[in-house]
């Protein structure tokens, strides 16, 4: 006897389309079971899922802090100067080059000069000349003076002897003035290093044209270099001459100093003036741009965290506790009394005791009485 096909259910069906129902209910019963399967595999023993968050902590302690006044600046030599042309004329030779270290007054090359050099011998022999008739004409003032004394020369006599001397007393003075001209002027016709140091800059060369005033070279002392900055006016009580400082560049530290700074603002700025010294040649030249860190005091035994450790909430400041409840850890919302900021630390007056571990790592989503687990 056939089974009926019941077209209410599976309309124009056969026996073969009956059967590939069946296969594929049987398929997706299958693959249901299979799932659920896995999802029991996945979740913990005792049928609990673990939702503890993981988090980094931060264990409390009394601890020294050290305060800082950062700054930043280029690096300048103790002395830095550019020298001008004393006269004008051609350069016939230079003895420095770039680089060379001078002491002051040292030559670093000559103008032509030779014309100069006549001129001054010719105010010298001028100058000897007029030396010489100075002294003639002193000698027969002296006489004509202790003449007339015993009446022995007239009146007019004397006063031709001491006209004479007054001429000759000119003269000089004129030709001192000469000699002392000529002689600066050949003086100018070298190039004389105006500070001790190394040429830094060579403006000029050898057989070119130079006026007076035009820049001739740099010179730059970098036995001790200078860093040139300025602080704010919450700062600048905070400092004093001689305090330690650190100069980093290039992930390298070098001892400083402060060397001085302005009690006033700089013109047109509100940053008082501050200067610091370094030793030079130990790496460090003139013109790199360095920061630095001036400990202007020590704070014992606070109890203090990273300012980005504190949540807050409208006028509540409050961290997060990691507290062990028996073998659990859960994050537990802690108000707190803050004190003086440290750079980037910020003091614990009140609300956690030394020994306390505070979440430092993985806030973003906690609440209170969330399960966390620690992680190092």
Do not use: W
């Amino acid at each position: 006897m056939m089974m009926p096909c019941y077209t209410t259910s599976f309309p124009n069906c056969n026996g073969g389309t009956l059967r590939r129902y069946i296969v594929l209910i049987a398929l997706l019963l299958a693959l249901l079971s299979a799932c659920g399967r896995k999802d029991s595999e996945a979740a913990p023993k005792g049928g609990r899922r673990d939702d503890s968050q993981s988090v980094m902590v931060e264990e409390l302690s009394l601890r020294d802090i050290d305060e800082y006044v950062n700054v930043s600046g280029k690096l300048e030599g103790i002395t830095d100067i550019v020298m001008s042309a004393e006269s004008s004329g051609r350069i016939l030779e230079l003895y420095k080059k770039l680089g060379d270290y001078v002491e002051k007054g040292e030559r670093i090359g000559r103008l032509e000069n030779e014309i100069l050099q006549i001129r001054l011998q010719q105010a010298e022999a001028a100058y000897n000349a007029a030396e010489t008739g100075l002294q003639n004409a002193q000698r027969n003032l002296d006489y004509a003076t202790q003449a007339r004394e015993q009446e022995l020369i007239s009146e007019a006599e004397y006063s031709a002897s001491n006209s004479a001397f007054k001429g000759a007393k000119a003269a000089f003075d004129g030709t001192k003035a000469g000699l002392e001209s000529a002689r600066l002027a050949y003086d100018n016709s070298y190039l004389l290093a105006a500070e001790k140091g190394r040429i830094s800059q060579l403006h000029i060369a050898s057989g070119q044209y130079i006026n007076m005033g035009m820049p001739i070279a740099s010179i730059t002392d970098a036995s001790t270099l200078i860093l040139k900055t300025g602080v704010g006016e919450s700062q600048i009580g905070k400092l004093k001459a001689g305090q330690s400082a650190v100069i980093s560049h290039s992930g390298k530290e070098y001892r400083a100093s402060v060397r001085g700074f302005g009690i006033r603002p700089v013109t047109g700025g509100v940053n008082y003036p501050l200067e610091l010294t370094v030793s030079g040649g130990s790496g460090l030249l003139p013109g790199m741009v360095v920061s630095a860190r001036i400990k202007t005091n020590t704070f014992k035994n606070l109890l203090y965290t990273s300012i980005t450790n504190v949540q807050k909430e409208f006028d509540r400041d409050y961290v997060y506790v990691a507290h062990i409840d028996g073998d659990k850890t859960v994050a537990v919302q802690r108000d707190v009394l803050l004190g003086r900021s440290v750079s980037e630390f910020v003091e614990i007056l009140s609300g956690l005791e030394a020994g306390e571990k505070i979440v430092v790592s993985g806030t973003e989503n906690l609440e209170n009485g969330s399960l966390v687990k620690i992680r190092n």
